[in-house]
């Protein structure tokens, strides 16, 4: 009876062995299948812990809220001034202001965009993982170009510098949406060409008024900052219109 049990004990062993090895060699190649990627799948739960979206979302949720928090911060409450003087001071924020105000809806707009995303991503593998991280580098510079912009207003190389980071995180926001959308194995349901489709316009589509900003603030820096503005503004109104039209109701709703 004994040699039996260890015959048992050894087979099985030999099984754990085997899968803990196969899905090893999946996660350390960027891919996880149906069944590997399963969080009830399988015996080796670090490999179930490593695919988890959880602290993919904690890490992304925290950093946002230091971004938003750091932002504020800029915003300094002038101290033993007179009536005319404070007037003057709270006019001198008037630019600092302004860029939290923009910096504030922008980033709220790549948050709730990766919320989206993220509650319809089952599991995740470590190219997610990363492609995740690379999507924050450049959010996580919108404080220190907000900063710039609050500081430098007129100077039109503050508004291409707040340009460009914020075309670095719309790009690296594309990408991401699009390898989740081409992996389902990754999603909790797959993603329908159109609905897709839809996603990824409604994503890129800021960066043409980015470029524009950038390319005016040479000539108008307060043109270029409208058309900032405009970015947050032009994104609700197309969001309010998608969720109007029958036919697009449940892709707004989803990736919006």
Known sequence: MGDHHRRIRRRADDHAERVSRRTGDIWEDG???DEQASPDAGTNGT??????PDRVVALSDGVFAIIITILVLEIAVPE??????????LDDLRPTFV??????LLT??????????FARVRVVNRDLVWLNLLFLLPVSLIPFAASVLGKYPDAPVALHLYGVVLIAATLMRF?????????PALLWTDVSTDR??????ITAAPIALYLLAIAVADVSTTLSTVLYFSVPVLYFILVTVLREHPSTRSEADEFT
């Not at 709220?108 to 995303?117: K, Y």
């Not at 897709?196 to 316009?201: E, F, I, S, V």
């Open 108 to 117: 709220g707009m790549f948050w709730v965009a990766h919320r989206d995303l």
């Open 99 to 104: 860029a939290w105000v923009i910096s504030f």
């Open 175 to 183: 990408v991401l949406y699009r390898y989740a959308a081409k992996r």
């Open 80 to 89: 033993n001034l007179s009536e005319r003087s404070l007037t003057e001071a």
């Open 196 to 201: 897709a489709g839809l996603g990824l316009a």
């Open 47 to 52: 490999q179930r812990r490593l695919s988890s």
């Open 31 to 33: 891919y996880v299948s």
